[in-house]
């Protein structure tokens, strides 16, 4: 059993190069990481971990109010921050914080027209408004004329 154990404590130490080495390839191919089984280990039988449960954790009111405020006083100390460095202040305003534009967000945005095209828009649909009204003016006139 020890010599199982100094074995996979070799493989582990073995697996922090290789991972390295596969970060600078840029790969994606997945790591072993071997461990001891639960019929090698019975003791873990008895130990529930946090990855084996699959529904949320449920959280008491006071622990909630500890966590907003402590996600208050993150948010004072970043803004804080923030205030001083006018790079960041700007980045914030203009493009929500992120450095680079989502191409899939700018697919749905809704462009304004500019004034300039919202004038000739509106010259146009004058202009059509008044083409129309005067053929069917006219339209009445030789209506009228034929009787």
Not at 110 to 128: A, E, F, G, I
Request: proline share 3%; hydrophobic share 35%; glycine share 4%.
């Amino acid at each position: 059993m020890r010599a199982k154990v100094n074995e996979i404590a070799r493989i582990k130490e073995k697996n922090v190069r290789i991972s390295k080495i596969i970060s600078q390839l840029k790969l994606k191919d997945p790591l072993v990481q071997p461990s001891l089984g639960i019929l090698e280990e019975p003791e873990k039988l008895l130990v529930v971990e946090d990855s084996e449960v699959q529904i949320e954790r449920y959280i008491s009111p006071k622990e909630q109010k500890v966590i907003e405020e402590a996600g208050m006083l993150d948010e004072e100390k970043r803004l804080a921050a923030m205030g001083d460095n006018p790079r960041e202040r700007a980045l914030e305003m203009m493009m929500g914080g992120r450095l680079e534009a989502n191409v899939e967000e700018d697919l749905f945005k809704v462009h304004t027209y500019s004034s300039k095209l919202r004038h000739l828009w509106d010259q146009s649909k004058y202009r059509d408004g008044f083409i129309s009204s005067r053929e069917s003016r006219l339209e009445g006139v030789r209506c009228n004329h034929l009787f």
